[in-house]
């Protein structure tokens, strides 16, 4: 029953409850969807980079990892790519030579990775030929070919199928020329990707390089599933030790690091909301509180001991609280889920989006433990704004309080 | 042994600059199925011996034996629990509880003694339907008159199954009518429970129907008329 007299008595202001529940909804529903909008932009930039080049896997020369020299190539690569194609894991993976070199057109230059593919393997492992907007991948049609980012091309004043001059060192340490006809034009959500990205066939590289095999810097892995991870690594690391297996988080360690501290802003931002919350809720009470002190004092008078009538104030604020909260995830939730599907046009801020390597159409997402976390933080809170006017209550005075009107 | 046995009470209000001597060394004994009204004019003490009586408040000094049981001085949980089981109460106006209905306030104080859901429900309702309210066991306070609201605090009082039954001025808002028939009834559970009523009253239609009347004034003890 006094749960019962709780929810009525929460009840009783319909109009004040109300306020102070929508509030409570709409606060948190707010947060939610904001934590969401910021946990999808952080899930959209590390989806990105694994679609664009990273792959969930990468494997170098330990040599390679501290100074991106040529000479610091896997020297048995066959046996890496036998033991691929044997996981079960693995969805595809790209052997890629990797070059620092120059690209030169007639106006301009500019620093860029050249990036030595086999087309085919490169077209499984990653998503780039879906980020083309003009051209195609590499094939087989011309000599020598290169694909490369839009934003580069306009740098250096290129266009579809104009020449490109790649300069780079070989094995020896001499200056190489390449002049490639540009095939394709992508754009990825990764401005930095796009300006400093090359991509040639590896045998045309290989040939230049003065090598009879492809020199390969690195092994891109795509898994079938991204929670198959660690074990696969735990595989090729105990299969390699003379090998640097890595997860996109120690290749990407920024990205690791947003995705993280987002989770961590957005519990930060839920908590100033619900912090603000508390004192609407501490004052919705404590009206209640003071307008039923003859009430309270009958109730008291009767034989009600304090600690029920603490606990009673406190069910009011977890109900009103608990109402409030619940209502404020399904509409926060139910906004999450409709935007997820249909994800949010942000291209009005495509250039400050890409800055960031994140896509312009956003699909928030928040985890269901965030969703668990916060049913805490919102018990947590209202017991904490229900403290004040429950004190309120217990310290009044029964033979007084009978006689206050 | 009396019911209520007050010895030498003195209370002294030191919240002013000048001390409010409410009650100065009043004695007074109560028997059992006693029907007592205490009056006197406003500021007499009246309340302030009520609510000593029910262990709402202290006194400076003196004591109240209920029982042969001195409740002066027990601890304040101890007093909130000596109330809900020996004492009733009903009090001036706005007794019930506004969002429980009028067998949901009878039941309320059952409820709090650990009385069991299904005795708790038959003995309100009996209750009720004594004090002339079967009718309207659902009904909250607010569809109710104020007379009939005064009867569900006296059903309330007696849901306890108290020693006595303290009521501070219970016709204070009540009309005529419903007065003389909450003062029915209440002669009527007085007969039939062989309660002991207290009144705190200055009401004279009150003091007409009292066994027995002790006057107050300026907190002293002045006549005692059965």
Same mark, same amino acid.
């Given at each position: 029953?006094?749960?019962?007299?709780?929810?009525?008595?929460?009840?009783?202001?319909?109009?004040?409850?109300? !306020?102070?529940?929508?509030?409570?909804?709409?606060?948190?529903?707010? =947060?939610?969807?904001?934590?969401?909008?910021?946990?999808?932009?952080?899930?959209?930039? !590390? $989806?990105?980079?694994?679609?664009? $080049?990273?792959?969930?896997?990468?494997?170098?020369?330990?040599?390679?990892?501290?100074?991106?020299?040529?000479?610091?190539?896997?020297?048995?690569?066959?046996?890496? #790519?036998?033991?691929?194609?044997?996981?079960?894991?693995?969805?595809?993976?790209?052997?890629?030579?990797?070059?620092?070199?120059?690209?030169?057109?007639? $106006?301009?230059?500019?620093?860029?990775?050249?990036?030595?593919?086999?087309?085919?393997?490169?077209?499984?492992?990653? &998503?780039?030929?879906?980020?083309?907007?003009?051209?195609?991948?590499?094939?087989?049609?011309?000599?020598?070919?290169?694909?490369?980012?839009?934003?580069?091309?306009?740098?250096?004043?290129?266009?579809?199928?104009?020449?490109?001059?790649?300069?780079?060192?070989?094995?020896? =340490?001499?200056?190489?020329?390449?002049?490639?006809?540009?095939?394709?034009?992508?754009?990825?959500?990764?401005?930095?990707?796009?300006?400093?990205?090359?991509?040639?066939?590896?045998?045309?590289?290989?040939?230049?390089?003065?090598?009879?095999?492809?020199?390969?810097?690195?092994?891109?892995?795509? #898994?079938? $599933?991204?929670?198959?991870?660690?074990?696969?690594?735990?595989?090729?690391?105990?299969?390699?030790?003379?090998?640097?297996?890595?997860?996109?988080?120690?290749? &990407?360690?920024?990205?690791?690091?947003?995705?993280?501290?987002?989770?961590?802003?957005?519990?930060?931002?839920? &908590?100033?909301?619900?912090?603000?919350?508390?004192?609407?809720?501490?004052?919705?009470?404590?009206?209640?509180?003071?307008?039923?002190?003859?009430?309270?004092?009958?109730?008291?008078?009767? =034989?009600?001991?304090?600690?029920?009538?603490?606990?009673?104030?406190?069910?009011?604020?977890?109900?009103?609280?608990?109402?409030?909260?619940?209502?404020?995830?399904?509409?926060?939730?139910?906004?999450?889920?409709?935007?997820?599907?249909?994800?949010?046009?942000?291209?009005?801020?495509?250039?400050?989006?890409?800055?960031?390597?994140?896509?312009?159409?956003?699909?928030?997402?928040?985890?269901?433990?965030?969703?668990?976390?916060?049913?805490?933080? !919102?018990?947590?809170?209202?017991?904490?704004?229900?403290?004040?006017?429950?004190?309120?209550?217990?310290?009044?005075?029964?033979?007084?309080?009978?006689?206050?009107? | 042994?009396?019911?209520?046995?007050?010895?030498?009470?003195?209370?002294?209000?030191?919240?002013?600059?000048?001390?409010?001597?409410?009650?100065?060394?009043?004695?007074?004994?109560?028997?059992?199925?006693?029907?007592?009204?205490?009056?006197?004019?406003?500021?007499?003490?009246?309340?302030?011996?009520?609510?000593?009586?029910?262990?709402?408040?202290?006194?400076?000094?003196?004591?109240?034996?209920?029982?042969?049981?001195?409740?002066?001085?027990?601890?304040?949980?101890?007093?909130?629990?000596?109330?809900?089981?020996?004492?009733?109460?009903?009090?001036?106006?706005?007794?019930?509880?506004?969002?429980?209905?009028?067998?949901?306030?009878?039941?309320?104080?059952?409820?709090?003694?650990?009385?069991?859901?299904?005795?708790?429900?038959?003995?309100?309702?009996?209750?009720?339907?004594?004090?002339?309210?079967?009718?309207?066991?659902?009904?909250?306070?607010?569809?109710?008159?104020?007379?009939?609201? @005064?009867?569900?605090?006296?059903?309330?009082?007696?849901?306890?199954?108290?020693?006595?039954?303290?009521?501070?001025?219970?016709?204070?808002?009540?009309?005529?009518?419903?007065?003389?028939?909450?003062?029915?009834?209440?002669?009527?559970?007085?007969?039939?429970?062989?309660?002991?009523?207290?009144?705190?009253?200055?009401?004279?239609?009150?003091?007409?129907?009292?066994?027995?009347?002790?006057?107050?004034?300026?907190?002293?003890?002045?006549?005692?008329? @059965?």
């Amino acid at each position: 029953m006094l749960f019962l007299l709780a929810w009525r008595n929460v009840w009783r202001n319909v109009k004040r409850s109300t !306020i102070i529940i929508v509030s409570i909804a709409l606060g948190l529903a707010g =947060g939610l969807f904001a934590g969401a909008v910021m946990m999808g932009m952080g899930e959209s930039m !590390i $989806n990105s980079a694994i679609d664009r $080049n990273l792959g969930h896997l990468q494997i170098h020369s330990p040599a390679y990892r501290r100074d991106a020299l040529v000479s610091n190539y896997i020297r048995s690569p066959q046996k890496v #790519l036998s033991l691929l194609d044997t996981l079960g894991s693995v969805k595809a993976y790209s052997a890629r030579t990797l070059l620092e070199g120059m690209a030169s057109s007639a $106006n301009s230059s500019y620093g860029v990775t050249i990036t030595g593919v086999d087309p085919e393997r490169e077209r499984e492992t990653t &998503a780039l030929v879906s980020m083309l907007v003009a051209g195609n991948f590499l094939a087989d049609k011309y000599r020598t070919q290169a694909v490369i980012g839009k934003k580069l091309a306009e740098r250096l004043g290129l266009k579809l199928k104009s020449k490109i001059i790649l300069t780079f060192q070989d094995r020896s =340490g001499e200056i190489v020329y390449m002049a490639a006809r540009i095939v394709g034009l992508f754009k990825t959500e990764s401005t930095a990707f796009d300006e400093m990205t090359v991509f040639v066939r590896q045998k045309d590289v290989t040939r230049l390089l003065g090598a009879r095999k492809p020199l390969i810097h690195e092994i891109a892995i795509r #898994l079938k $599933n991204s929670s198959t991870l660690p074990a696969t690594k735990a595989r090729l690391a105990s299969g390699f030790s003379d090998l640097k297996v890595e997860e996109w988080r120690e290749i &990407a360690p920024e990205l690791a690091f947003m995705s993280t501290s987002v989770e961590s802003f957005t519990y930060l931002f839920v &908590a100033i909301i619900i912090f603000a919350l508390i004192f609407g809720i501490t004052n919705t009470m404590l009206m209640a509180v003071m307008e039923r002190i003859h009430e309270l004092g009958i109730l008291m008078a009767v =034989g009600m001991k304090r600690g029920r009538v603490f606990i009673m104030i406190l069910m009011e604020t977890l109900l009103l609280s608990f109402v409030g909260g619940m209502l404020g995830m399904l509409i926060g939730g139910a906004a999450i889920a409709w935007f997820n599907h249909f994800g949010i046009d942000l291209s009005a801020f495509a250039q400050g989006l890409e800055g960031f390597g994140s896509g312009t159409i956003l699909y928030p997402y928040l985890p269901g433990v965030m969703y668990a976390a916060l049913t805490v933080m !919102i018990v947590v809170a209202a017991n904490i704004s229900a403290l004040m006017p429950a004190w309120k209550a217990v310290r009044l005075k029964p033979a007084q309080a009978v006689r206050v009107y | 042994m009396a019911l209520i046995d007050v010895r030498h009470i003195t209370k002294t209000y030191n919240s002013t600059a000048v001390p409010v001597h409410a009650l100065r060394d009043v004695n007074v004994h109560f028997e059992k199925k006693e029907f007592t009204a205490i009056v006197g004019p406003s500021g007499s003490g009246k309340t302030t011996l009520l609510n000593i009586l029910g262990g709402l408040d202290a006194p400076t000094s003196g004591e109240v034996l209920i029982g042969g049981q001195n409740i002066t001085g027990m601890k304040e949980s101890a007093l909130v629990e000596f109330r809900l089981r020996h004492i009733g109460f009903v009090f001036q106006a706005y007794n019930l509880i506004p969002v429980l209905t009028a067998i949901e306030n009878v039941e309320f104080i059952m409820l709090l003694q650990g009385v069991g859901k299904k005795e708790r429900h038959e003995r309100a309702r009996a209750l009720l339907a004594d004090v002339g309210l079967a009718d309207r066991l659902d009904s909250r306070p607010s569809q109710l008159s104020g007379g009939q609201q @005064q009867r569900v605090a006296v059903a309330r009082a007696l849901a306890s199954r108290p020693r006595f039954v303290l009521a501070d001025e219970p016709t204070a808002n009540l009309d005529s009518e419903s007065t003389t028939s909450l003062l029915d009834m209440m002669e009527e559970m007085n007969a039939k429970y062989e309660m002991t009523f207290i009144f705190s009253t200055h009401d004279a239609r009150v003091i007409e129907r009292a066994h027995r009347v002790i006057t107050l004034e300026d907190g002293r003890f002045q006549e005692d008329k @059965q």
